[in-house]
């Protein structure tokens, strides 16, 4: 499998925060979750947003992320729900992944494999230290029936602080840990450069206090190094957003991870942004201040382009299949873009990576 730059899941994660999303695989401390205090999205319109997972040995599917179809084989996703971890291998070099459509995932109205990965580069910081939290998957076929959904072209505009979003995802909807139907919910933008708890809470005092009331201040107590460390983190510079913890907002959780933060713009739902991580503390399944977000940064985009262009997800560079063939996209620059597929083997050699580029080699 492959990475549009470099190799960047759900665990731990900085200060001990939980990323939101893939089920199974939070800190032991925290429960799992979903958007609580959302409501059913059950509409049509809204298949574009469906889920990742796997399928057991009875051909069950099970999800573990929420994503978003942006083209007609292009998923988007968080980068940790589509690797073991920052720098570690793709989960598509281990097993299966498929992408559901439809708002249960007990009854999917289309469950397709995906075949590739594209992980966004930029892989050190963040709020769950994955760098940019983004990913894409391609799928073997096209979704039939669904109108992928548009993305943002850039990170989000400062000018929208304050203003609401949705969030939209599968995770677990209460104590009772019920998941994988489609919810909604209302969040409030507090951030999009700099560090957000600062805006949130003007002291670390009124962090703990607030802590201490869905907790204890004897949790407080124990927590102090965990909470200062929170309170001072800072956004990756233009790609992250910090959103949630107003008034009236729901509360994405686990199962929500790689779920879009969707706005309307020029009349099109559009996607902004993917859930990446929260900071819970051990009395509630949900963070009680809000998530951070990914957000579609500069170097995000040209992944975007070249995982929805023509030659779906393979770059101009190329890569290996099964040893013998090199597979490449055909450049502008060369002619019409199209895939190429060159099999070594007529050479009687091996298909190999040269200075970044596939190219036929001598077996060694």
Known sequence: MRTFASTILIGSTLLSLTAIGCLGESEPTS???????????????????????????????????????????VVLTAKHCATYGPTETPRLANEKIYFAVGADVKAPKQVIEAVDVLLAPIDEGGFIQYGSDVAIYILAEPVKDVTPMPWAKAHIDAA????????????VQDRDRTTGTRKAGTLTLQAVEGQPLHALFPTKEDLYAHMAKYETKQWVEANTARLDEFYDFALLAGHEAYLGAGKNDAQPCSGDSGGPLVQNIDGKLTVVAVVSGSFKGATYPCSTVGEAYATLGDTVQPMI????GPCEGIPVEGRCEQFTTAVRCVSDEEGPQKVTRTDCSGLGQACGIVDGVAACVDPT
């Open 31 to 73: 429960d799992e979750q979903d958007i609580v205090g959302g409501v059913d999205a059950k509409s049509a319109k809204l298949d574009a947003i469906g889920t990742v997972g796997t399928k057991d040995f009875d051909g069950n599917y099970d999800f573990f992320c929420t994503a978003t179809l942006i083209g007609p084989k």
């Open 160 to 171: 929208s602080v304050g203003k609401t979003f949705t969030a939209v995802g599968y995770g």
């Open 305 to 308: 382009d070249l995982a929805t």
